[in-house]
């Protein structure tokens, strides 16, 4: 069974950047889709961006040109990369393995100044 360890979350100011990174166990992590979801305090799981195996990428519509993922297949690793941060994207960020549907346990994002 994959496992999926979030990291990079933190503090940091509006209008500052973050960049998280997912990194799974096991040698099948190149032939899985990534998400990235966040759920905000009092709101549901939200989907932000995914990223295929053949690096085909989808984001919320909100935030598309802020937000960027990427996938280094050699290091079993997504990414993503996170502009112009704002207050309102605080959040726990999560990925997950679309198939086999595992979570990591998160890590946290608190924009403020």
């Known amino acids: 069974q994959v496992q999926l360890v979030e990291s990079g979350g933190g503090l940091v100011q509006p209008g500052g950047s973050l960049r998280l990174s997912c990194t799974a166990s096991g040698s099948r992590f190149s032939i899985y889709t990534m998400d990235w979801y966040r759920q905000a305090p009092g709101k549901h799981r939200e989907l932000v961006a995914a990223?295929?195996?053949?690096?085909?990428?989808y984001y919320e519509d909100s935030l598309k040109g802020r937000f960027t993922i990427s996938r280094d297949n050699a290091k079993n690793t997504v990414y993503l990369q996170m502009e112009s941060l704002k207050p309102e994207d605080t959040a726990v960020y999560y990925c997950?393995?679309?198939?086999?549907?595992?979570w990591g346990k998160g890590t946290p994002v608190i924009v403020s100044s």
């Open positions: 997950r393995a679309r198939d086999p549907n595992v």
């Open positions: 990223i295929s195996s053949g690096g085909n990428t």
